[in-house]
């Protein structure tokens, strides 16, 4: 089934760990992004990449890194990880950033920071 | 600031009543509008749209509402059903290659059966 596949499904690493959340898809889509979830903040926006070889920083990038070095793989790592950013973090696809374009979300990977 | 805001946190229906989900922007040169489903433990999927050169788009149950001078929108399931029962969020975007999606904090809609 196509789709995006986020790993692992959930984690619990302790303060100052590093930490890569992987995500895949296969649907060909341009664009890619990494959201976190937090209780009465919504979904925010932490990095993204139109193509492959590019990225950006979203809302709240900070103590985040990204790359993406083909069109399949956005993984997203922690440098050394701090108890806020305890989150459940999606990551989404989509054909382009602009115009009618949705986003098509993985199944989340819940991250405890202790 | 919040430029998408969902003021109501929760709303309760009783099956096939309508619900009226609400979402209120402040940026104008948001001109695309999206409706995202969130059932516990799975990702958001996508469920309706509208640009803004509409006031009206109908999917089966689903219906958006847009309000441009108001800056408003909602979305109107009718019947409501049990299986609707999930967290929706509102967003809205620029256009433009740089454009990016902006979230509300979401609704939780609950459907008595």
């Known amino acids: 089934i196509a789709g995006i596949t986020q790993a692992p499904t959930s984690q619990i690493l302790a303060a100052g760990r590093r930490m890569t959340l992987r995500c895949t898809q296969d649907?060909?889509?341009?664009?890619m992004y990494w959201y976190r979830q937090d209780l009465g903040l919504g979904l925010r926006l932490i990095h993204y990449?139109?193509?492959?070889?590019?990225?950006g920083k979203g809302e709240v990038p900070d103590g985040y890194s990204v790359s993406r070095a083909n069109t399949d793989d956005f993984p997203l790592t922690l440098a050394s990880a701090v108890p806020s950013q305890t989150s459940v973090y999606f990551c989404?696809?989509?054909?382009?950033?602009?115009?009618?374009?949705?986003?098509?979300f993985g199944n989340g990977t819940r991250l405890t920071v202790t | 600031d919040q430029q998408v805001k969902q003021n109501s946190p929760s709303l309760s229906v009783q099956e096939g009543r309508i619900s009226i989900l609400n979402c209120d922007y402040t940026?104008?040169?948001?001109?695309?509008f999206l409706w995202y489903k969130k059932y516990p433990a799975e990702g958001p999927t996508f469920l309706i749209s509208?640009?803004?050169?509409?006031d009206k788009n109908e999917d089966g149950r689903f219906t958006v509402f847009l309000n441009k001078s108001a800056k408003h929108l909602s979305l109107h399931i009718v019947p409501s059903q049990p299986g609707d029962s999930a967290v929706y969020f509102c967003?809205?975007?620029?256009?433009?290659?740089?454009?990016?999606?902006?979230f509300g904090k979401g609704i939780t809609l609950s459907v008595r059966p």
């Open positions: 990449s139109n193509t492959a070889g590019t990225t």
């Open positions: 509208i640009s803004s050169i509409k």
């Open positions: 967003a809205a975007r620029g256009t433009g290659a740089n454009s990016k999606l902006t």
């Open positions: 989404a696809s989509s054909w382009d950033r602009g115009g009618n374009s949705p986003l098509h």
């Open positions: 649907m060909r889509h341009n664009a």
């Open positions: 940026n104008s040169m948001f001109d695309y």
